[in-house]
């Protein structure tokens, strides 16, 4: 959106008059408030930092807004987004660090955009040449009106998230996805080495990302020798023995638990195991 000169001066103005207040003493609460969010993600965090501005009954997208125009994707300065780890943005790859996140609205498609000048106000100065990464994303149209900018991490797993934006009557979801499982294991080959062994850590890798059960089994016998009554061992080494077609020793092994359990009063591992000794009975 480009700015006439009287809107430039109008500004500079406000900046001022802002700057004296601050400097008696004066608080006006912000017309676009701030947000940042910290999600953990893969080995590392993704943090969002943006300004979100409401709609107060004006139109936005094809309106204030312009489509097939770059917006800074919320209000003030440029959104920005920071990856400690290099990660896909829809199937392509955006090394770690901080980008400013811009975007172009259109009726049929949504192009996202991160610079690699994060810090900058607005789109003003935003030069496509900074560019490192564009990807496209289709809009969906709420039937609900969404007043306030709206932006936040969901459908979140160990390797894969989206990031949704919603405003007024438009939302999309911008798919990021990571891969861990080398320098987990690579992490997990050099911790065995030393003398405190991540064995239950080790062992629940192993079990929910379909590697070496036996291995799997042996870690979480090592595991439960460091509490022989503790019940959550004996429900996750079922769990193992089940996966490996060991019936009878998931059996065996969530009776124990239940008996621990119960006799330590704690009822969710009562149930746990319970309902591991039901499936190993099938």
Known sequence: ??????????????????????????????????????????????????????????????????????????????????????????GKDLPAGEYALFSIPGKKEWTIIFNKTADQWGAYDYKESADILRVKVKPIALKDKVETLNMQFINVTETSAQLSLMWENTAFALNITTSIDEQVMANIAEAMKGEKKPYFNSAMYYYQNGKDLKTALGWMNEAEKSDMKAPWFKYWKGRIQLKMGDKAGAQATAQTGIDLAKAAKIDEYVRLNSELLAEAKK
């Open 1 to 90: 959106m480009k700015l006439s000169i009287k809107s430039v001066m109008l500004f500079i103005v406000l900046l001022g008059a802002a700057d004296f207040a601050n400097a008696q003493g004066a608080k006006f609460p912000q017309a676009s408030s701030g947000q940042t969010i910290i999600q953990d993600f893969g080995l590392g965090k993704i943090t969002l930092i943006y300004s979100r501005p409401n709609v107060k009954g004006r139109k936005i997208f094809g309106g204030m807004e312009p489509m097939e125009a770059v917006w800074r994707t919320g209000a003030n300065a440029a959104t920005r987004i920071k990856f400690t780890d290099a990660v896909k943005i829809e």
